[in-house]
């Protein structure tokens, strides 16, 4: 991210009638930015104001058990099963001081989601301002960006996805202050702030051990290089040290008391997976999955942002600073990409080709392409779009070879719907989203975009024109994941979860079978706010003072065959057969 080029400072200072004007200027955009924030909040609010239960399980489940266990609330068990870090849960901890009552905690953290994820927007704009727009041409990039799927969807869901894009531009725009401020003050606190969400992003999600990792080595290139007072470092690792040290304290607690049993080894899966040549290749094969919906995610300027900044990397005579942060922004993207797969379980089959480790880099790449196309030179625009296409091409025959040569990606369930929203947009398919047909609407918007800025169009046609076209397809994308996302399965969800919650008293305690799935019980804990199941092996006896249990109920099974070692007095006191479990009371 390079700084507009300055000019010389005047001989004398403005007019004394000039600074009121200027300061009345300032004041009103930060209204603006105030405004802005404000609507790109208040449309994440709406799209999840119909939420009430988590859908995304196990993740949701489990930052919110988290933030009830660091609110002070009884342990859970979720031996065995991934831990998801404390960043998260911590930001949701006040809303389980203030109230027990799962719904309205839910609705509390969906705006919380709501206000954070609209920072996009501001930060947006500040980043636009380095890149070099004006601020109206800033402006009007952000609020498209904050649009954008990719840093908006997640916000309806209690996931650490809401607010790590947030978190990441906030990130990158700390380190670039840092290297370029202007004042010594604004350095040392940039270094602060730097650190400080590097450790922030250390707490919240395994991607933000990349991030610390790169920033790590970021620090002691800019020891050997002197290009910032030594002084900042200092500053860097005391905003670092406390924020990663506590993240380190907390995420101990969650272990404790909600990962009795240890959790999932994520080493362990590295390591599984670098030992066998077949599942290395398929690791590969997922991480070009994964760049092949960067370019999809984003209507194409994601693709045009990251070639962009590859060019600026390489090209002579960029300054060290900007070379940096094109470095920088590069290896945490590819970091990610290649990471992720490769800790995954080998089992998790819908998040293959997932836009949504990358989507906090989509978002950052999104506003780097939105400026090179606000910006560029027409022959500049036309060579990073002509490089965009062989790659994306040859993305989706790898993504195609991964799926087996079915040219299609079923979208069946919630799962493959949250996964692949954005597949099935540009194919306008819900059951079966086309690789080919997804990666050509793509690369066809993608000419679309690029052809409004170089067919000659009057300049603020060309920009309105450009500005209007993304905030639609962007508009259009979020309302439609919102419709065939979100809302198609919250009824069959709620009916799930507190069909069980339905019969329990407040305290009442329940004995859960060691067989029924964790897409049943991980939400169904969360309603249960007062106590933690108690897992059982249904051929035993239900555990001592348990009057409550819940077995499964297999497809083609009788209801009351759901339970056969069932002791004399216990009978059916709910079921829900599409879920598939059965509740038993004690007479």
């Known amino acids: 991210m390079e700084q507009p080029l300055s000019v010389a400072p005047p001989l004398a200072s403005p007019p004394v009638c000039e600074r009121p004007r200027k300061a009345f200027s300032a004041r009103r955009w930060q209204l603006l930015l105030l405004a802005g924030w404000l609507f790109q909040a208040g449309l994440r609010a709406w799209l999840s104001h119909a939420q009430t239960v988590p859908l995304v399980n196990p993740d949701e489940s489990a930052y919110l058990i988290g933030a009830q266990v660091l609110a002070g609330g009884p342990a859970a068990n979720f031996g065995h099963s991934t831990l998801y870090p404390s960043g998260y849960p911590l930001l949701l901890v006040p809303v389980f001081w203030i109230t027990h009552n799962p719904t309205v905690a839910y609705h509390a953290v969906l705006l919380i989601n709501a206000m954070v994820s609209a920072l996009i927007m501001p930060l947006g704009y500040v980043g636009a301002r380095k890149l070099g727009l004006s601020r109206r041409l800033a402006y009007l990039t952000a609020m498209v960006l904050a649009l954008l799927p990719a840093g ?73 290089t002197r290009l910032v007072p030594r002084g900042t470092i200092v500053a860097a690792m005391a905003g670092l040290a406390p924020a990663a040290g506590a993240a380190w304290l907390l995420n101990r607690v969650l272990l404790r008391d909600m990962y009795p049993e240890g959790p999932r080894s994520m080493s362990s899966e590295v390591e599984d997976r670098l030992q066998n040549t077949h599942q290395t290749l398929l690791v590969f094969e997922m991480a070009l999955g994964e760049m092949w919906r960067l370019m999809l995610d984003s209507w194409g300027l994601a693709a045009i942002g990251l070639i962009a900044t590859l060019f600026v990397m390489v090209r002579p005579g960029t300054s060290l600073p900007t070379r940096l942060m094109a470095g920088l922004t590069v290896l945490v993207t590819a970091g990610i990409d290649i990471s992720t797969p490769l800790a995954l379980p080998s089992d998790q089959g819908p998040v293959w080709a997932s836009g949504r480790y990358l989507d906090c880099m989509i978002c950052v790449f999104f506003l780097i392409g939105c400026v090179v196309l606000l910006r560029a030179s027409r022959r500049m625009l036309l060579a990073c779009a002509l490089c965009v296409v062989p790659p994306t091409l040859l993305l989706a025959v790898i993504v195609d070879w991964y799926t087996g040569h079915t040219r299609a990606i079923p979208i069946t369930g919630f799962g493959m719907a949250f996964n692949f929203a954005e597949p099935a947009i540009l194919t306008d398919n819900w059951k079966s989203a086309n690789i080919f047909l997804a990666t050509a609407v793509a690369l066809v918007l993608l000419a679309v975009w690029v052809a409004v800025m170089t067919l000659g169009i009057r300049r603020r046609l060309a920009v309105g024109g450009l500005i209007v076209g993304l905030a639609a397809v962007s508009l259009f994308a979020d309302v439609q994941i919102n419709d065939h996302v979100a809302e198609p399965y919250s009824t069959a969800q709620r009916a799930d979860v507190l069909g069980l919650t339905s019969i329990l008293k407040p305290g009442e305690p329940i004995g859960v079978s060691l067989s029924v799935g964790y897409y049943n019980w991980m939400p169904q804990d969360y309603e249960i706010w007062w106590t933690a199941p108690v897992f059982f092996d249904q051929t035993d006896p239900p555990p001592p003072g348990i009057s409550v249990v819940e077995v499964p109920w297999s497809p083609g099974q009788a209801e009351d065959a759901t339970w056969p070692t069932a002791p004399q007095g216990w009978r059916i006191a709910a079921s829900d057969q599409s879920a598939g479990w059965v509740a038993w009371e004690k007479s």
């Open 152 to 224: 908006l969807m997640y916000s309806e869901y209690a996931l650490a996805d809401a607010i790590f894009p947030v978190l990441v531009l906030a990130w990158l725009l700390t380190v670039h202050s840092w290297m370029t401020s202007e004042s010594v003050r604004g350095r040392y606190a940039a270094a602060a702030g730097s650190g400080l969400l590097t450790g922030y992003a250390y707490a919240v999600h395994a991607r933000g051990i990349v991030i610390l990792g790169f920033y790590l080595v970021l620090c002691v290139i800019l020891i050997l």
